[in-house]
């Protein structure tokens, strides 16, 4: 019998958070896609939620944050806010994300460390690269700025990291219960990624 699941909504806790595009299609091969959703990470970042780790990988999305409100909402605000500026931006009417998403509560330091290497090793183990490095869509890359890790996770050193789960360590899916949220319209963005090929935007051909 499984057993009975956290409701996440305490602020201060760190997770890992996951999306998958919906029916799993893979939007997110589309550079300019990829690059406004990065985007849109960094906007709600220090609002919403500390940013810790993150993968955008092309059906699907990993991030390791600390909410500052619930984990819901900063999620809804993820999920909400790229949808509504794909609209506008991309001027696409296609739905983006499937309902809900799926979580794991980070409970100490080695657990932790085991969701870094999770997160950055994903488009290593899905053959998108041949180092964790070379993927512009991972908080694995040059120039991206990140939160600090969590004061009561800091003792572990975050080199070396090994033994990641073959499958993604989180099981369950919950309904968001809400529609996503538009995006917040007065924040500034703060610490944008100072990699050159998000600054670059190419234009690649337009997703149907």
């Known amino acids: 019998m499984r057993p009975t699941r956290e409701h996440a909504t305490n602020a201060g806790q760190t997770y890992m958070a996951t999306s998958a595009t919906w029916e799993r299609r893979s939007l997110f091969r589309n550079e300019r896609w990829a690059l ?4 849109t990470l960094y906007h709600y970042r220090g609002s919403a939620y500390l940013l810790h780790e993150f ?23 993820i999920k909400g806010g790229f949808s509504y500026r ?14 809900g998403f799926s979580d794991h509560r980070i409970l100490d330091a ?12 994903n488009p290593v183990r899905k053959n998108l690269c041949g180092r964790a490095e070379e993927y ?3 908080s694995a890359a040059a120039g991206i700025q990140l939160d ?7 003792p572990v050193l975050l080199e070396g990291s090994n033994g990641a789960p073959e499958g993604a360590p989180f099981q369950n899916r919950k309904p968001s219960g809400a529609a996503e949220a538009a ?21 690649p051909e337009k997703i149907a």
């Open 148 to 154: 600090r890790v969590p004061q009561g996770l800091k």
């Open 36 to 39: 406004l959703l990065i985007d």
């Open 55 to 77: 993968v955008i990988m092309p059906d699907h999305v990993h991030i390791l944050l600390t909410p500052k409100t619930s984990l819901e909402k900063a999620v809804q605000f």
């Open 183 to 203: 995006p917040l319209q007065s924040k500034p963005d703060q610490g944008k990624p100072s990699r050159s090929s998000i600054a670059d935007q190419n234009k």
């Open 136 to 138: 512009p869509y991972s």
């Open 110 to 121: 080695g657990d932790y460390l085991r969701h870094v290497d999770y997160i950055r090793q």
């Open 86 to 99: 794909a609209k506008r931006e991309l001027g696409s009417s296609m739905e983006v994300w499937q309902k």
